[in-house]
């Protein structure tokens, strides 16, 4: 690749933006996003977070007992998914009876 002007400006731009991203990446914790998207003032969950949260624990396996699956394939894209769903209910530090109480929220996603 030619080095041009425009690609001189091009680099300094995308260096720019990395070092952005990069301030706001350590100035802001990652579970400060997360219960910010999913909690409400009074810090519990909010309606719409419950039913994000069901529904990825059914896109995401977490209400069955296994990911298993003969496709070695298919069983890793179900444990990434499931990984994805764990990492969310983590960083919002829910205790057993918040997710148990997911886990019984019928949202009626499922059937789709």
């Not at 030619?2 to 300094?12: D, G, H, I």
């Not at 919002?92 to 109480?101: G, H, I, R, T």
Request: charge should be neutral; glycine fraction near 8%; proline fraction near 3%.
């Amino acid at each position: 690749m030619a080095v041009t002007p425009e690609n001189r400006r091009l680099f300094r731009w995308m260096m720019l933006s990395r070092s952005v991203k990069e301030l706001i990446a350590g100035a802001i914790p990652r579970g400060w996003l997360y219960n910010w998207l999913f909690r409400g003032e009074n810090g519990d969950l909010r309606r719409v977070g419950e039913h994000v949260l069901a529904d990825l624990r059914w896109f995401c396996y977490l209400e069955t007992g296994t990911i298993f699956d003969t496709d070695p394939l298919i069983m890793a894209r179900r444990e990434g998914r499931r990984e994805v769903a764990m990492r969310i209910i983590n960083l919002l530090n829910l205790d057993e009876a918040a997710v148990q109480q997911l886990m019984r929220l019928d949202d009626g996603l499922s059937e789709f």
